[in-house]
């Protein structure tokens, strides 16, 4: 850059620069009928937070004797400031307070959550379902002759589980039993039939 370009003299201090640079005024003593400079800030109290007076040193020690933060305020007020102002006047919650609600509905969320990022987890090593590989529905076991003829006999159609299929049974035993007929035998035999069928089914692993 040459040393006379227009850019270099944008740039330059001037001479004498310093000496009219306007120095920081000070302002005059805020305590009534003082002509002293105020040259010590004191709080103007609460509510006016960020708000200062301006005293002189003289001043400003009367002031801070008489200064009192919690002036107007009543004892409950004051408590309950100094007890906020032990955790800076932030919000807090009680420690375990719902912890267990909030400790189902975490675990909650993390059962549920696809932590696979859609890729397929066969043997579940990342704790994910979503990416799982499905495994396909077990089909329907074939039933033979026997069985089938056995649960008609229940008045069962073969795809009930083995709970169904006990209660089913009891429930039949209760219609059927002579007990239950007042002493009527005329239905044993079919009574012995539900029985077989039961126990038949129950030898082939059905319940």
Not at 141 to 160: A, C, N, V
Request: with cysteine; charged share 30%.
């Amino acid at each position: 850059m040459k040393l006379d370009s227009k850019l270099f003299d944008g740039i330059r201090i001037k001479p004498g620069a310093s000496k009219t640079a306007q120095q920081p005024t000070t302002q005059r003593c805020s305590w009534a009928g003082c002509e002293a400079e105020g040259t010590h800030k004191a709080p103007k109290g609460r509510n006016r937070e960020g708000q200062f007076h301006h005293f002189c040193i003289d001043h400003v020690r009367l002031y801070n004797k008489s200064y009192n933060y919690f002036s107007g305020m009543g004892d409950d007020d004051v408590a309950a400031y100094q007890k906020d102002s032990l955790t800076g006047h932030r919000p807090t919650w009680t420690m375990g307070v719902n912890s267990a609600g909030e400790q189902r509905e975490r675990v909650r969320s993390h059962a549920t959550r696809d932590w696979s990022g859609g890729v397929q987890d066969p043997f579940d090593m990342f704790d994910g379902t979503a990416g799982r590989v499905k495994e396909p529905p077990k089909p329907a076991r074939h039933l033979k002759t026997l069985e089938r003829k056995s649960f008609d006999t229940l008045e069962l159609d073969g795809t009930e589980t083995n709970v169904e299929i006990k209660a089913r049974y009891k429930s039949l035993v209760k219609i059927y039993h002579p007990d239950a007929n007042g002493g009527d035998r005329s239905s044993e035999d079919r009574l012995r039939e539900i029985i077989q069928a039961y126990n038949f089914l129950k030898a082939a692993g059905f319940c």
